[in-house]
């Protein structure tokens, strides 16, 4: 998958519940990115992080965690705090943390609550 | 963070004619401007960017353009085809760093 693998295509989640979602990648990329997708809508930043034990909040963080303990995995728990978690969600990574750098996409992970 | 405004949402041509989507951005720190192209259920792609140092760029049927003075950037689609048709967002750097801020995408479809 290029590069950059998320797992599991998709994913069924009960009410209460937390899930978790995988990102890998094998391209020595520094900083690794989750973004959320709604029907119509853009590509909307949850969490980022530019170096290994470190990231930060995106636009729209509430209701979801994340870890950054290796530098190839940066797995996305969407918890039950989480109030409309229906979404496809997208992970991707990035060379440096300087200006300039496209981003390489994993395939998503489509998640349904029910 | 900063918003990214896209036109159109929906844009419809026909096989062979030109297709020109527009973004308007807002942080004038910026200094990428990244194209990706999303097929139905399927990652985006980069298919092409700009750095704000050139004002043009092109790519065989792809090209962009940049005015960083009125901050906005144009993606041209020349002889358009039907394997062309996909869902196409703007992006931008915020703050002259890496995180990239995304519009809201233009839906094309390219109609034989």
């Known amino acids: 998958d290029g590069g950059i693998t998320q797992s599991p295509k998709y994913l069924f989640r009960k009410e209460g519940q937390n899930v978790t979602l995988s990102c890998e990648q094998n391209?020595?990329?520094?900083?690794m990115y989750w973004y959320r997708q709604d029907p119509g809508q853009g590509l909307r930043l949850i969490y980022y992080?530019?170096?290994?034990?470190?990231?930060q909040k995106g636009d729209i963080a509430e209701g979801y965690s994340v870890s950054r303990e290796k530098k190839e995995s940066f797995p996305l728990t969407v918890t039950s705090a989480q109030k409309n978690p229906t979404a496809f969600y997208l992970c991707a990574s990035s060379p440096g943390t300087g200006d300039g750098y496209g981003y390489t996409f994993g395939s998503g992970t489509r998640l349904t609550v029910v | 963070g900063e918003n990214v405004e896209q036109h159109p949402s929906t844009l419809s041509v026909q096989e062979g004619d030109s297709a020109v989507i527009k973004c308007t951005y807002s942080?004038?720190?910026?200094?990428?401007f990244p194209w990706y192209k999303q097929e139905l259920g399927k990652r985006p792609q980069l298919i092409i960017d700009?750095?704000?140092?050139?004002g043009e760029k092109k790519d065989q049927r792809i090209a962009v353009t940049l005015n960083k003075t009125a901050k906005h950037f144009s993606l041209h689609i020349t002889e358009t085809q039907p394997e062309d048709s996909a869902v196409y967002f703007c992006?931008?750097?915020?703050?002259?760093?890496?995180?990239?801020?995304f519009g809201t995408g233009t839906q094309l479809k390219v109609e034989l």
């Open positions: 391209l020595n990329h520094d900083a």
């Open positions: 992080s530019q170096i290994v034990n470190d990231f």
């Open positions: 992006a931008w750097s915020e703050g002259g760093g890496n995180k990239l801020t």
């Open positions: 942080d004038s720190a910026s200094n990428y």
């Open positions: 700009i750095r704000s140092n050139v």
